[in-house]
């Protein structure tokens, strides 16, 4: 393989190309970025070379230095020194070359005189020298990879005298560089130094900035045109991989390109050989990503009851009154997560929540309740669920509570309040209330866990949320502010569910279209918006009953005390708990602890009846403005 075939596969990354093009003016180059991962270099004509098991029919997946001087070598360069700050230099031996005869030549060339493990130990100080003689060799086109330049100072603000001596040769080395031909060569280029450092800044800005003799290259991670180049090959030792058909390959291939979206060569390479270590078979790739990524090997979802599933709505509206529509909505989310049916219209195979809903209604309709109910359908346990107050996230730098603060800064090493509960429990209900009351800004951080399931912490780790289900909750649509500043009924409490349902989907449109900019977020919704109905008289009614056979259930088993209210007494309750339904059930439980359970406690406290006794509820009245209740 020559220069232009290289340039011209596929393969090949941009920022390759970039490094080969700037070799005859730039002296000095920086890579920055991904710089620990591994890339995929054509075998060519050199022939195969030792590398690992998961190398394949024609890429040879290549740590950076290596993959560095495979494209220098295209170029014409001969000799490649490496530095590491611990070791010291050493040779990099291109493949199909001998490793003894270059190490020679290069000892012979620069005067090494190599330690036992064929490396070359000096000092920082000392470094720069054995760099001078690279950069003015004319015997043979050379380069040096600074490795590691991230680590060569302790802060790069406040150098120490050595350390500032140091990057000021440098500089000054980059500046009296010259150009070098040598018979292999088409044109004249520099014997290169290449820093390889984490980020740009991590080297003093007077070393980088304004220095025409220095390009300064980022590493992006791969794209999925670079991993495909790898997928096909890493996993044709699979087992049931030659038992496959080519169709079916094909399509397996794209599910695990695009499931590694965003991850390392390094990291897919890992994950096929989790597959062969955990025994799973070519068909089951996906499998092992997902293991990969959740580093847990249950799937809670395969062993779901789908008997308690199908029946669920029978056992919802044992808790959510009235509410039939948006019962039946949610389940139809529910059951899609449990099938993995969700998204799939789409073309893409990611790595997307299983679920997705939007419970939109008037207060104390059940919208909690239904969440809490959902969960204890799904894992058994209504409080497996995670619950955020959005209400708490009003201001624009409280993401920093959700992903973590960024490093450098104080609380950087706790994480976020999501990203941790979500790496602890990345199989549950994540429960986001009130979520227009959060600042626009946080709403955008939803953008990737909607589209593809993850979101990056401030410490830059990747949480996923492909096994949760995201649920927000809101009032939009259904109050308003008055003239007054009051906040009241944006629509009629008698109005049919039908007309609710339309207004309500219109207003939380106009919410993220118009009033917070944020359409992109609304599209990732989708139809998922389940909206509640208000609370009916009739629905208030089963709400009430339910509520008082709890209260007397309780006070039965905890007091065992039972008390017995007669019909006239519960129906005087009933009418002063129901008379104003605008607060939903939450306005029933309040009612009912004003005009029941405080003063059935008094009045408990003050007969004092002994354990298993009966008592009757006589009268309910008002004294001095307070609720009393009379026992029998």
């Not at 596969?9 to 190309?17: E, G, I, L, S, Y």
């Not at 499931?259 to 070519?282: H, M, N, P, S, W």
């Amino acid at each position: 393989m020559n220069e232009a075939e290289f340039t011209k596969d596929v393969a090949t990354p941009r920022w390759a190309k970039d490094l080969l093009r700037f070799l005859p003016v730039k002296a000095q180059f920086i890579l920055s970025g991904n710089i620990r991962d591994y890339y995929p270099f054509p075998r060519g004509e050199s022939g195969p070379t030792e590398v690992t098991a998961s190398a394949c029919a024609q890429y040879l997946p290549l740590p950076l230095p290596n993959y560095v001087t495979e494209v220098l070598r295209l170029a014409g360069y001969e000799m490649f020194l490496g530095y590491h700050p611990i070791d010291g230099f050493y040779v990099i031996v291109p493949r199909g070359e001998d490793a003894e005869a270059a190490r020679k030549r290069a000892s012979d060339l620069f005067k090494l005189s190599p330690d036992a493990g064929g490396g070359f130990k000096c000092s920082l100080q000392k470094a720069l020298e054995m760099v001078e003689k690279v950069v003015t060799c004319r015997e043979a086109a050379c380069a040096v990879l600074l490795d590691f330049a991230s680590r060569y100072h302790k802060r790069v603000d406040s150098l120490d005298d050595k350390e500032h001596e140091f990057y000021t040769r440098a500089l000054a080395l980059c500046h009296k560089a010259q150009p070098v031909m040598t018979p292999k060569m088409a044109a004249a280029l520099f014997n290169p130094v290449i820093w390889m450092c984490d980020k740009e800044n991590d080297l003093p800005d007077w070393l980088v900035l304004n220095n025409p003799r220095l390009r300064a290259i980022t590493l992006p991670k791969p794209d999925h045109i670079i991993r495909g180049a790898l997928v096909s090959q890493l996993t044709s030792g699979l087992p049931g991989f030659k038992e496959t058909s080519e169709q079916k390959r094909k399509q397996l291939h794209e599910v695990f390109n695009e499931q590694t979206e965003g991850l390392y060569l390094t990291d897919v390479i890992a994950v096929v050989q989790l597959c062969r270590r955990e025994k799973l078979g070519f068909e089951e790739i996906g499998e092992a990503v997902r293991r990969y990524k959740l580093g847990v090997t249950e799937d809670p979802w395969k062993r779901l009851d789908r008997e308690k599933i199908a029946k669920g709505e029978e056992t919802i509206r044992e808790r959510v009154k009235g509410q039939h529509q948006a019962v039946v909505k949610a389940l139809d989310i529910i059951k899609r997560a449990v099938t993995g049916l969700s998204g799939a219209q789409g073309s893409k195979v990611g790595g997307k929540p299983r679920g997705v809903m939007f419970l939109a209604g008037p207060t104390g309709t059940g919208k909690t309740e239904l969440a809490k109910t959902l969960t204890e359908l799904l894992f058994g346990d209504e409080r497996a669920y995670i619950r955020f107050d959005m209400s708490e996230f009003s201001q624009e730098h409280a993401d920093q509570r959700l992903i973590g603060s960024p490093p450098g800064y104080i609380g950087s090493d706790m994480g976020g309040e999501l990203t941790n509960a979500i790496r602890e429990k990345p199989f549950s209900v994540v429960l986001f209330d009130e979520i227009e009351k959060a600042h626009p800004r946080i709403l955008d951080k939803f953008l990737q866990v909607l589209d593809d399931g993850v979101l990056t912490s401030g410490r830059g780790e990747r949480v996923y949320f492909s096994e949760s289900v995201i649920i927000f909750t809101s009032n939009l649509g259904i109050y308003k502010l008055d003239d007054e500043g009051r906040r009241v009924l944006n629509v009629k409490d008698d109005e049919p569910y039908e007309t609710i349902e339309r207004r309500v989907r219109g207003e939380i449109s106009n919410y993220f279209k118009t009033q917070i900019n944020r359409p992109e977020l609304l599209n990732r919704i989708g139809e998922n918006i389940v909206v509640f109905d208000f609370i009916r008289p009739e629905v208030a009614t089963q709400i009430f009953d339910k509520m008082l056979a709890n209260i007397l259930e309780r006070l039965a088993d905890r007091q065992k005390v039972r008390i017995e209210i007669p019909d006239g007494v519960r129906d005087q309750l009933r009418a002063h708990c129901l008379k104003d339904l605008s607060n939903g059930g939450r306005g029933i439980g309040n009612q009912l602890e004003a005009w029941f359970i405080n003063p059935l406690a008094r009045a408990l406290f003050e007969a004092n009846p002994p354990e298993g006794t009966t008592r009757t509820l006589e009268s309910l009245a008002e004294k001095d403005g307070v609720p009393t209740v009379t026992l029998g």
